[in-house]
């Protein structure tokens, strides 16, 4: 079948099992009745629902709550939150400033990319294992080939959120899954060659969800909005303030390192 | 007030501002890599000179500059068939804010298939195959890279058409037409060569792929082509978006769903 052939069987309509409103009537949600059939669950719930078709127990729904609450912290000045705070600033919508804000969450250095990363490298080494290989070699080659994201952190090495989590982990008898050993034990093995390579918020969240049956992409949709409860608050403040008053910046406050004047 | 605190500054290449005497905080003169915007430029420069400046801090030349402004043309309206516009009528259609229905078609025109994504990733093809047919050709065969990253592993060759039966007519008119401007190398060898890398990829060659290689010839990085391909597109969305405010959700398609599992039927 050529691609012209695939696009016409597509054209008009769309076959899904995942779901569909019928105006008036009801609306069905991954095969269920949503007002029927789940209409108890929790938002949480319902939305690991969606994105894994798999039920999760009370613990495993009350960990997961836990990830999202202990890292929504609504300081304007972490840059997530800072574009919310800017739009509340410069009177944008609360819809806009927390859609950018979750958009740019989707970063390198934080956020998206290591989590994602970080998943992916526990599901990776433990298959690995499971065929025999030495961790500290697997860890060794794969600082050579990239970094390793879930370890190290870009203004403190230390992580504030950990012992939280695990403590919460341990409350729940979720903290002896095998991805949690293999992070802990990857620490130890970075840890001898860099003291700031700790582990960070996204390697243990990474790990705890590998141990919950999350796959890379149910984790990064899972996560889409771990951090959004800190952003209405930033917006709010700041559309409170006099417009234009967040982080205001003079002409002095731009360092200019570019070419001298010149005629165009 | 005390100022205790060293002042934080932002550093710039691109921009210094001077203040007005009477407020540090309204700018008296602007310059950008040197020029003086408002003293200087405005009434002289083009739009897409000032385009050029601003990613590679230099005015561009003449050729350069008919180069980027054809190639801004020919991406200007993706059309309402292209997903991103597709996506920004969505915004438009519902009454949506204005900046939402950018934001729709950004969001899914920064993708692989048509979009942003796919132009950074066919220029860093260009970067490593250059004008060499053979290591174009070894590209092409080898696999994607699957590490995980926050976007998916690609399922076509970037800059090729996975849906597309021959190289369309536009495309072939704008790889033509730019190629005929370009002082650059790579879009006269793709038009000489367009056929045996099409063999090579089992796909036509696409827009993104022409758009790619025009941005590469201006000498953008990947990481700029793919800002600027995101920043072309919009204008179509735009006005795509408010034209289907104007019509009204019911003279718009709502197309027709298939459940294969609804539980009214019976299924599980």
Redesign the interface.
């Given at each position: 079948m050529?691609?012209?052939e695939?696009?016409q069987q597509n054209t008009?309509?769309?076959?899904?099992?995942m779901?569909?409103c019928f105006p008036g009537e009801?609306a069905?949600f991954?095969?269920?009745?949503l007002h029927a059939?789940l209409k108890d669950l929790d938002w949480v719930e319902l939305y690991v629902f969606g994105i894994t078709g798999r039920r999760f127990t009370p613990e495993q729904l009350c960990l997961l709550h836990a990830m999202w609450t202990y890292t929504s912290y609504p300081d304007a000045r972490i840059w997530n939150n800072r574009v919310a705070a800017l739009a509340g600033s410069a009177r944008?919508?609360p819809?806009?400033a927390l859609?950018?804000s979750l958009?740019v969450t989707?970063a390198v250095i934080y956020g998206?990319?290591p989590l994602?990363?970080a998943?992916?490298f526990f599901i990776q080494v433990r298959k690995q294992m499971e065929q025999g290989e030495q961790l500290e070699k697997v860890v060794q080659v794969e600082v050579q080939k990239?970094r390793i994201y879930g370890y190290g952190r870009p203004i403190t090495s230390a992580d504030e959120r950990l012992t939280w989590l695990l403590a919460l982990a341990r409350e729940l008898d979720l903290d002896r899954g095998p991805h949690l050993g293999l992070s802990f034990e990857v620490e130890c093995i970075l840890l001898t060659d860099n003291k700031a390579l700790q582990m960070n918020y996204a390697g243990l969240v990474a790990a705890l969800a590998a141990d919950l049956g999350f796959s890379?992409k149910e984790f990064?949709l899972f996560t889409f909005p771990i951090v959004l409860a800190g952003m209405p608050p930033c917006f709010i403040e700041s559309a409170e303030r006099p417009e234009g008053t967040l982080f205001?910046?003079?002409?002095?406050?731009?360092?200019?390192?570019?070419?001298?004047?010149?005629?165009? | 007030m005390g100022n205790e605190k060293q002042m934080e500054q932002i550093r710039t290449r691109i921009w210094l501002e001077e203040p007005e005497p009477d407020n540090p905080f309204a700018t008296k003169a602007a310059y950008c890599h040197g020029y003086d915007v408002y003293g200087g430029m405005l009434g002289k420069a083009r739009w897409v000179e000032m385009l050029f400046l601003l990613f590679r801090g230099e005015a561009p030349t003449s050729t350069q500059s008919e180069l980027l402004e054809t190639l801004a043309v020919a991406l200007a309206n993706p059309g309402p068939r292209d997903s991103s516009v597709h996506a920004a009528m969505c915004g438009g259609v519902g009454g949506s804010t204005a900046a939402s229905c950018l934001i729709a078609a950004l969001a899914v025109g920064a993708g692989q298939l048509s979009g942003g994504r796919e132009v950074f990733l066919a220029m860093e093809a260009w970067n490593c195959c250059g004008t060499n047919l053979e290591a174009w050709q070894r590209r092409l065969a080898e696999p994607a890279d699957d590490i995980a990253s926050t976007w998916p592993t690609p399922e076509h060759p970037p800059g090729f058409d996975p849906h597309g039966v021959s190289a369309t007519t536009p495309v072939k008119q704008t790889l033509a037409r730019l190629a005929g401007i370009s002082a650059g190398a790579r879009l006269s060898w793709l038009k000489a060569n367009r056929s045996f890398l099409e063999v090579a990829a089992g796909r036509p060659l696409s827009m993104s792929g022409v758009a790619a290689t025009a941005l590469a010839d201006l000498g953008f990085t990947p990481e700029q082509g793919e800002m600027l391909h995101l920043l072309l597109r919009l204008p179509g969305a735009a006005a795509h978006a408010l034209e289907q405010w104007q019509y009204g959700h019911k003279k718009f398609p709502f197309f027709t769903i298939e459940l294969d599992n609804d539980p009214a039927k019976g299924a599980v």
């Open positions: 050529n691609g012209s695939l696009l008009g309509h769309l076959k899904s099992s779901g569909a009801r069905v991954r095969g269920h009745d059939e944008s919508t819809t806009l859609s950018a958009a989707d998206g990319h994602i990363r998943i992916d990239r890379p990064q205001p910046l003079s002409c002095d406050h731009i360092l200019y390192e570019g070419p001298p004047k010149r005629q165009w | -």
